[in-house]
């Protein structure tokens, strides 16, 4: 008997099985359901959708009227509630009203398992009616598998990975936050940079975004470099006077720096002498210039991709006297820096003003 039945209504099993279901529950004789699933005794409405956030809790309410004999909400095809009496094993199915009006549960703590077909079943005396819903689940995104922060030499091919749930699927997009660089980015789970360049370093963003919420976490990503060190300055000091040669290194990781005079290595506390690093930039301080001290230093800085050095020299400003100020600016500083005896075209004419005053 009941195989007829369902013989014939293979469009809709799903009404089956819960008229199947209402059948056992309701202990109905076998022949009036049969005839009470034609279309024309029996109310089958569909509810809109109802979305809801995971963790949040779910009301389910259908109304009752007037010569309800049974009602039940069912899961797919199992029984929730039966009138009163709770079938579902699940303690966060719990009732919430049933009375003449209305018949109402709930569902705390909605996971993505909840989701799918819900129905409201309604016996009166004249005919059954159904009312189902569609529950749908939302996730918030939430990323679970990010690259670490990461340290690379120039030059390398650099994969950045983020990957997060949710749902809807979450949309993956990376970008440059600091240095900020729109032109750097990925519209999904994998940012690549090839040969990266030690510009590329910085702080990279993954955000994971879907309707109902936006992830981000951060990655932050080092380039190491060989040194570069700046054109060392010459640099004139009069005997017995302080002199400070400079010396400064891109690099990363940090350089270590070393001084050598000719081809002799200079460690800070030689005699006068003191050796200041401080970050990128190194300092040999003279506090009390010698004969000696004049001549050739040169600066090497050094990490463990390379070194680059450069040349300073420290000679000597003859102490003006009267004598040498008459000789003008040119005479003032010894040349072997090349920059600092350049006459320039003002003290050209100066002179010439002044050979042109003494003739008269
Ligand atoms: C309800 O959800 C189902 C399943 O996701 C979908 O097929 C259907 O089109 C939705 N109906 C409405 C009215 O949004
Ligand atoms: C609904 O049915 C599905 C599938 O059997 C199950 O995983 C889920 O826990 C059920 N939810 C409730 C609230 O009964
Ligand atoms: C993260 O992704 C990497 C690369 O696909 C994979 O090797 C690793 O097992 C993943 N880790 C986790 C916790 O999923
Ligand atoms: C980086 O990728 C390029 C091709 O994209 C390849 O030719 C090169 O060998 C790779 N370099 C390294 C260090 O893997
Ligand atoms: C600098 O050195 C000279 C010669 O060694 C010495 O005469 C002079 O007192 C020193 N000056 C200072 C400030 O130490
Ligand atoms: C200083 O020494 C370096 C290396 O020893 C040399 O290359 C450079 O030409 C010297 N500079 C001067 C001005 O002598
Ligand atoms: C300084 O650099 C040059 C190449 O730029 C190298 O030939 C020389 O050996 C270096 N000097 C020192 C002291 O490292």
């Given amino acids: ?71 039940a909400w069912l899961n797919r095809s199992s029984i929730l509630y039966a009138g009163e009496d709770k079938w579902s094993v699940d303690p966060r199915v719990s009732l919430v009203t049933l009375n003449q009006d209305e018949f109402t549960i709930k569902i705390e703590d909605v996971d993505l398992t909840d989701e799918g077909q819900y129905i409201c079943a309604v016996q009166t005396s004249s005919r059954p009616r159904t009312t189902s819903v569609h529950i749908i689940v939302q996730v918030p995104p939430k990323i679970v598998n990010l690259s670490k922060d990461l340290v690379v030499n120039e030059g390398s091919n650099v994969t950045l990975m983020c990957l997060a749930n949710g749902k809807p699927e979450p949309a993956i997009v990376w970008r440059m936050l600091s240095p900020s660089d729109d032109s750097l980015g990925s519209d999904n789970e994998v940012l690549e940079i090839p040969f990266i360049s030690r510009y590329r370093a910085g702080v990279y963003e993954c955000t994971a975004a879907n309707d109902i919420a936006v992830d981000t976490q951060t990655v932050e990503l080092t380039v190491n470099y060989p040194p570069s060190v700046s054109d060392g300055r010459d640099v004139g000091v009069t005997l017995g006077q302080i002199g400070v040669l400079e010396c400064e290194a891109d690099a990363v990781p940090e350089a270590d720096f070393e001084w050598y005079r ?50 300073i020299v420290l000679y000597e400003i003859i102490e003006p006297t009267s004598s040498t100020l008459l000789q003008g600016p040119g005479a003032v500083q010894d040349g072997n820096s090349g920059t600092s005896t350049v006459f320039t075209p003002t003290c050209l004419l100066l002179i010439l003003l002044l050979q042109l005053l003494l003739k008269f």
């Fill in 262 to 311: 000719d081809d002799r290595r200079i460690f800070n506390g030689f005699d006068g002498i003191e050796i200041e690093d401080a970050g990128a930039l190194s300092k040999l301080t003279f506090f009390n210039v010698s004969e000696a001290d004049y001549g050739n230093y040169t600066c090497v800085a050094i990490n463990k991709l390379g070194s680059a050095n450069t040349s």
């Fill in 1 to 71: 008997m009941k195989m007829v039945a369902c013989g014939g209504c293979a469009a809709s099993w799903r009404r089956c099985v819960v008229v199947m279901s209402l059948r056992l529950l309701f202990l109905l004789p076998a022949g009036l359901p049969v005839r009470s699933q034609g279309e024309s005794q029996s109310d089958n409405k569909q509810m809109d959708n109802i979305t809801i956030r995971q963790g949040e809790t779910l009301f389910l309410s259908c109304s009752q009227g007037d010569f309800v004999t049974h009602t």
